[in-house]
């Protein structure tokens, strides 16, 4: 089935960038339509059948959460995704209770968008299937793995608002069965693959069959494991029917970190857990959303291991570096040295805790800044050199992690 997207943001540069820079035909879109204020939206969205919106926030004319808001009050089937510039958990809040299904920071990948659009799909796909069964016991039955896993999918992304009456309700209407006094832990897992793994099937299932295990699961069979959401290099999984007993979610570290050694060795996989908290299911969203602000930053992946709270503040201030010293050495062909030098300003923020994605970020447009402008000066166009595929790849993937940006 062919799919209608409406991006919706006031910057038209930005507008252009995911035009231009997603592969629409690739998954499954036939058509995109552009809106750059909140009355161009709704007069798109009441003439033609949006399945998916990308919006902004922040828009004259009213913002992205007032549309929010206007979709849900009219009862439209259509998957929403904020992109926005502000890392704000009162925005992320605001837009997963109203229905969002991800809240992302703007300059992600083409290729992480291209996935949470696929996943928004799939989710659409689902609901019309669920729909469909929703009159067979039998295929109601067959499919009960399948509707739980959605379940907590839409209580984790804010689908099903963060209400402890409200996923009560949905419970019934969906047929699950669920109290409002289960506890649940999300966990989320960033794995970077070997060159020569790029299937994520076979990483899926050794990493439920370990924490089967670490949550000792045989034990205790009440307990359930789900995958509710999937990325190119990401798992986010909910452990269910926890108890008080069951201690801190620290308690699991030797565990984890005894996998990670064993699976690398093994396979080459390199594993990173991001552990929240044990809570209820109407905090699920808001945890989630903070897991996953903790990983974004966790550019360094100095540990295998990182537990909400036990974050470094970053300093108030940042080293700088010197931009001239840097083409100086760019002029002399003393890449040698500049590796090192790189290195070793990168590894002085790292081992100072004063990195985050927000500073890898701003150190990556300076270190562009200073190659264009040599570029310029040389009088040759970026392209010549840039434009390959393995660079487009690399510099995609640049601002990700501080390995990333080495490469």
């Known amino acids: 089935m062919n799919y209608q997207v409406l991006i919706v943001d006031d910057e038209a540069l ?21 809106a750059s204020n909140i009355r161009q939206a709704k007069e798109i969205l009441k003439n033609q059948a949006i399945d998916i919106m990308l ?16 979709v849900r009050d009219n009862r439209l089937a259509v998957e929403t995704i904020i992109l926005t510039c502000h890392a704000d958990f009162d925005y992320a809040r605001k837009a997963l209770q109203l229905g969002s299904l991800d809240y992302m920071l703007k300059a992600i990948p083409y290729s992480d968008l291209e996935a949470i659009i696929l996943r928004a799909i799939a989710k ?35 689908v099903i608002s963060a209400s402890a009456e ?8 969906r047929g699950i069965i669920f109290t409002d006094d289960i506890d649940v832990l999300p966990l989320l897992v960033y794995y970077i693959r070997p060159e020569k793994d790029q299937a ?14 670490v949550f000792s699961m045989e034990k205790h069979p009440e307990r359930q494991l789900h995958v509710i959401q999937r990325s190119q290099d990401s798992l986010l999984f909910v452990i269910s029917a926890l108890h008080a007993e069951d201690g801190k979610p620290q308690n699991i570290l030797p565990a984890l970190l005894k996998y990670c050694y064993d699976l690398r060795r093994q396979t080459g996989y390199d594993l990173y857990f991001y552990v929240g908290n044990v809570v209820k299911a109407d905090s699920l969203a808001l945890t989630v959303c903070q897991i996953k602000t903790l990983a974004e930053n966790d550019v360094a992946l100095s540990s295998n291991v990182g537990f909400l709270g036990e974050q470094i503040e970053k300093p108030a201030q940042v080293k700088g570096f010197d931009l001239n010293i840097w083409s100086d050495m760019i002029a002399e062909k003393a890449y040698g040295r500049l590796i090192d030098e790189v290195s070793g300003y990168l590894g002085e923020l790292v081992s100072s805790g004063s990195i985050d994605k927000h ?4 150190f990556h447009q300076d ?17 010549l050199l840039l434009d390959d595929e393995i660079s487009n790849k690399l510099f995609e993937r640049s601002s990700l992690t501080v390995k990333d940006m080495l490469n």
């Open 166 to 173: 409200i996923i009560q309700q949905a419970s019934v209407e």
């Open 359 to 362: 500073t890898l970020q701003q």
């Open 124 to 158: 659409l796909e689902k609901d019309r299937e669920l729909t469909q069964s929703s009159q067979y016991g039998e295929l109601w039955q067959k499919n009960q793995p399948l509707l739980l896993e959605q379940f907590w999918a839409d209580i984790a992304s804010g």
């Open 55 to 70: 919006c902004d926030i922040e828009m004259p004319q009213g913002n992205g959460l007032e549309l929010l808001a206007w």
């Open 14 to 34: 930005a507008i252009r960038g995911i035009e231009a820079g997603v592969d629409w035909e690739k998954i499954g879109v036939a058509q995109v339509f552009t």
């Open 200 to 213: 994520s099937d076979s990483i899926e299932k050794a990493l439920l069959e370990n924490l089967r295990s």
């Open 367 to 383: 270190f562009l800044q200073m190659i264009y402008s040599m570029l310029r000066q040389k009088k040759i166009q970026a392209h």
